[in-house]
Structure formats: structure tokens, C-alpha cells
């Protein structure tokens, strides 16, 4: 039988499993209320960055000590659309 259960970053199996093999966490919604101001700041931080409002919420969260986030769950997992389209992102992708 399959262990196909899920594992926080934090918590993931020690006894010499690769971290590809290892199912990453699935992602759930969590949504607040925010001065108007606050959410501009944030989606121009992560226009400056050149990445997510995602990528930019979930590194201060890391920084501020509030969870612990591995730096793949903060990467950039947007596509190019022309790898999109041409179906290589299939081939590279992780899962």
C-alpha cells in the first residue's frame, strides 16, 4: 500500500526519501480585511520584486516568525505563456 499522505514542510519524513518524492502541502484560501492602502502596498512590493502578492505575503510571514515556510512554497510558481503553450512546463514541473 501507498503512503500518499501529506506532510507540512516542517514535518516531512526523515528516513531518506528525497524531497522529490515527497508531496508538498496542498494550498487552502485565507483571506482578511485590509486597509485599502495595505493591499496597494503589498501588490506594488510584488510588482517591484517582479513576483506574487503570494511570494510576498508568505516571505513576511517567515520573517515575522508567524510560520514556518520553505523557500520553494515562496517561489515565483507562475509560467511563462509561451512555455505554457508549448507544453515543456509539463516535462519540469514538480509536484
Do not use: C, Y
Not at 503589498?42 to 520584486?49: D, L
Not at 517561489?75 to 515543456?88: N, T, Y
Amino acid at each position: 500500500m501507498r503512503d500518499d499522505r501529506l506532510f507540512p514542510i516542517h514535518a516531512v519524513p526523515t528516513n531518506g526519501a528525497n524531497a522529490s518524492s515527497v508531496r508538498r502541502e496542498p494550498d487552502v484560501q485565507l483571506a482578511a480585511m485590509v486597509p485599502q492602502s495595505v493591499k496597494r502596498a503589498v501588490r506594488r512590493k510584488a510588482e517591484e520584486e517582479g513576483t506574487t502578492v503570494r511570494s510576498v505575503l508568505l516571505r513576511a510571514l517567515k520573517h515575522a516568525g508567524i510560520a514556518e515556510v520553505d523557500e520553494a512554497e515562496i517561489a515565483d510558481r507562475r509560467i511563462a505563456a509561451g512555455a505554457e503553450r508549448s507544453g515543456l512546463w509539463k516535462a519540469t514541473r514538480q509536484r
